[in-house]
């Protein structure tokens, strides 16, 4: 097996994932790779993972571990002029491949534009047709950032299952950093970025979409305050240069 003949070849062996990857999209198990994930994490030194969720997958078979969540550049991301805009723009950011999260919460979207002065805008590489109207930019890895800070409000929807769980919520981190009030689901470390109504907003049963977004639309001292609040939890928590220097430190003790 290739692992055994790596293992045999490296001093050190350091396992990396972010993605909970032994799971399809629908959180059905992928066979294969959860046999070459077992491998791998029983021959590593060390297992860096980026939340609690995927640091549960690994400890059947390795406990030498550490967390590191998902860093962001909060120098490149500064934060945009904490005001709501008088015409609210209600932003989601992605890639075609998870389009889909966006797109289950079609009905939820148009519920808003019919009780709300807002407009939906989507970054992302492509963009499927929806009943929902929503303003279309090609994202741009030199122009992201700039784009980013036209929303008013980010959203983060997902599906709750084995695979979705394992997200690192860096659409929400990549808002908060900017400025921008979050509203996501309450699936996996999207619970732990958001504290509901200091840091974002989290969805349930008794807190719709709709619910949220009047919140926030409708109440400029909470929205300011968590955006603050996010601005500052991102800084603290999950900034690059404050990530980098204990990354550093769990490698240098391999």
Known sequence: MEIELLRKAAKKLIFDFDDAIIFNDDGSEKKNNLVAFEESIRNADLVLCATPYLKSLVLPWNSNLEVIPTPVDTTL????????????????????????????????????????????????????????????????????????KSFDIGLMPLPDNAFTRGKGAYKILQYQAAGIPAIASPVGYSTVAIEHRKTGLLVSPDFSWADAVHTLIHDQKLYRE?????????????CLHRLKHQFLKVLRSV
């Not at 968590?226 to 999950?238: C, F, G, S, Y």
Request: positive net charge.
């Open 77 to 148: 991301i500064t934060p945009r002029e904490i005001k709501l805009s008088d015409f609210p723009c209600i932003g989601w950011l992605g890639s075609k491949s998870t389009f889909s999260y966006f797109a289950s919460e079609e009905k939820a979207w148009l519920e808003i534009t019919h009780k709300e002065k807002t407009y939906f805008k989507v970054i992302s590489s492509d963009f499927p047709k929806l009943s929902l109207k929503y303003e279309v930019c090609l994202w741009q890895k030199e122009k992201e950032y700039d784009l980013l």
């Open 226 to 238: 968590i955006a603050m609040n996010a601005r500052t939890m991102v800084k603290n928590t999950h």
